[in-house]
Antibody
Framework: EVQLVESGGGLVQPGGSLRLSCAAS????????MSWVRQAPGKGLEWVSVIYSGGSTYYADSVKGRFTISRHNSKNTLYLQMNSLRAEDTAVYYCARVYPRRYFDLWGRGTLVTVSS | DIQMTQSPSSLSASVGDRVTITCRAS??????LNWYQQKPGKAPKLLIY???SLQSGVPSRFSGSGSGTDFTLTISSLQPEDFATYYCQQSYSTPGYGFGQGTKLEIK
């Protein structure tokens, strides 16, 4: 079955770090563009980051310099390392496949990150 | 950055109604416009890509149109399961994939 499963969310203090994982099955992460999208409570969707099949990475201005997207090819898993977390980073984080580089055709169920003291 | 603006922000309609949601881009994005449906507590679901192409498995009552800066999502005959929030997304100016603010479709 083709699916994405996120994990790693939780409660973290402001200034702290967290690493999210997104395990893929049924397709190869490294052959696709993969992205993270977040949704703050009661708010809309916000694109966060993308990693291209060639390895190039890009970020929204709101997370640039604090978040790092990466992948582990043999584990077929996507990651999002989040550092210097702020209250405004509180959101459900979704991973998604970008196919064929233009639209998000497969989404995970999301993982909740809460940044609070 | 390209800004995506949806209208209306919310909409009340009845089962069987024809509904249209509009998305406007701040500059031309050709046909690089996608539509998603999101139900409470669930991940978004792709409905329409490239402005007018129906994603596999999506009912034919959903349709999309437009190019350049103005786009529409139409539901020809609302069903109970269609009450949700709808988002447009541009994929012209990548690597940014900006979303509209969403349109919440509620039961009248």
């Amino acid at each position: 079955e083709v699916q994405l499963v996120e994990s790693g969310g939780g409660l973290v203090q402001p200034g702290g770090s967290l690493r999210l994982s997104c395990a893929a099955s049924g397709f190869t992460v490294s052959s696709n563009y993969m992205s993270w999208v977040r949704q703050a409570p009661g708010k809309g969707l916000e694109w966060v980051s993308v990693i291209y099949s060639g390895g190039s990475t890009y970020y929204a201005d709101s997370v640039k310099g604090r978040f790092t997207i990466s992948r582990h090819n043999s584990k077929n898993t996507l990651y999002l390392q989040m550092n210097s977390l702020r209250a405004e980073d509180t959101a459900v984080y979704y991973c998604a496949r970008v196919y064929p580089r233009r639209y998000f055709d497969l989404w995970g169920r999301g993982t909740l990150v809460t940044v609070s003291s | 950055d390209i800004q995506m603006t949806q209208s209306p922000s919310s909409l009340s309609a009845s089962v069987g109604d024809r509904v249209t949601i509009t998305c406007r881009a701040s500059q031309s994005i050709s046909s690089y416009l996608n539509w998603y449906q999101q139900k409470p507590g669930k991940a978004p679901k792709l409905l329409i890509y490239a402005a007018s192409s129906l994603q596999s498995g999506v009912p034919s009552r959903f349709s999309g149109s437009g190019s350049g800066t103005d786009f529409t999502l139409t539901i020809s005959s609302l069903q109970p399961e269609d009450f949700a929030t709808y988002y447009c997304q541009q994929s012209y100016s990548t690597p940014g994939y900006g979303f509209g603010q969403g349109t919440k479709l509620e039961i009248k």
